[in-house]
């Protein structure tokens, strides 16, 4: 099988970051806020607007319209 060098350091260096916190998952995700407050950075939300979720799946509700099909609209 195949060894990808790239992966293999990734992977180590997610092991040796994870275990200088002794695998605690709270702190590792406090430091990597406390990185990510220090970093100057702007921190920006990629979620999802609500009436948007659903767009493109026919369900008309979602657009806050009256539930109907549009998914076969006549042209």
Known sequence: MFQDEIVEEIHRIREEYSRS???????IFADLQKQQDESGREVVSLSRKR???KRWSGRARDL????????????
């Not at 916190?21 to 702190?27: G, I, S, V």
């Open 21 to 27: 916190f002794n695998h605690d998952l709270k702190a």
């Open 51 to 53: 009436g948007l979720t």
């Open 64 to 75: 806050g319209e009256e539930e109907k099909d549009t998914s076969r609209r006549s042209t």
